[in-house]
């Protein structure tokens, strides 16, 4: 008898859940719809998507608990770099 807990050996794709301010739809997107973005200030520093129900372009902050999240999940990240 083993102590270990068991490990899936197959892990189904990461569902992030969202809400778009224009229209009040809630859904679950994949990270293939999302994208991030890392800026040097948290005003540059977001995420986005297209809401599904809508097609209104949303842009919503990005903490670090949510940087975390979304770059685990295998959001597609994009660094901003300073031009100073």
């Known amino acids: 008898m083993s102590l270990l807990p068991r490990v899936p050996t197959q ?3 990461v569902l992030f859940k969202a809400g778009c301010p224009d229209c009040g739809a ?4 994949s990270a293939g719809s999302l ?5 040097a200030s ?3 520093t977001f995420y986005s998507f297209t809401c599904p129900e ?3 372009a949303v842009r919503k902050p990005a903490g670090e608990r949510i940087i975390e999240l979304l ?4 959001v597609r990240t994009l660094r901003l770099h300073s031009t100073v």
């Open 71 to 74: 770059t685990g999940g295998g």
């Open 35 to 39: 994208r991030l973005a890392i800026g």
């Open 54 to 56: 809508c097609e209104a």
């Open 42 to 44: 948290r005003r540059t």
């Open 11 to 13: 892990v189904g794709p």
């Open 26 to 29: 809630r859904f679950e997107l």
